[in-house]
């Protein structure tokens, strides 16, 4: 695989680590590089390593937010009626299953749903709400 082919570690500073995998050149020449990404990636496929990861955060993160213009400021509100979220029990049930669940904390309501159900949707708060939502709908009818 040529280099154009190969994704590399985005932390400038990954050849600091001098492990004996970064080695390249020819005798009298040597030097450390950056690792490729393998198999095991960080930040969305963009580091090698966690500690690349968190150098890389702990140095840029700041101006990424503040350049990018999504720097929260204020605090998020998440509203009572949308507070959804899927969870499960750790105790075994009769049939040696688990009992899964769509829950509102907020409002004390807790809706069993199936593994299937369970397993079919995110955990983003709008997947597990519009399911919630579904099976509201039916319960009422």
Aim: proline letters at 4%; glycine letters at 10%.
């Amino acid at each position: 695989m040529s280099d154009d082919n190969k994704k590399w570690c985005q932390n400038p500073r990954c050849p600091e680590k001098k492990t004996s995998s970064q080695i390249r050149g020819t005798k009298g020449q040597k030097f450390y590089q950056s690792n490729t990404i393998g198999g095991y990636s960080y930040g969305n496929g963009n580091f090698c390593t966690l500690g690349c990861y968190n150098d890389w955060s702990d140095t840029y993160i700041d101006r990424a937010i503040d350049t990018l213009g999504i720097r929260i400021v204020e605090p998020v509100k998440l509203p009572m009626e949308n507070s959804w979220g899927k969870d499960y029990s750790w105790r075994h049930t009769r049939d040696g299953g688990r009992e899964h669940y769509l829950e509102n904390k907020l409002r004390g309501i807790r809706i069993p749903i199936t593994k299937h159900q369970y397993n079919s949707i995110g955990w983003s708060n709008s997947e597990c709400m519009a399911l919630a939502s579904t099976l509201q709908s039916k319960q009422s009818a």
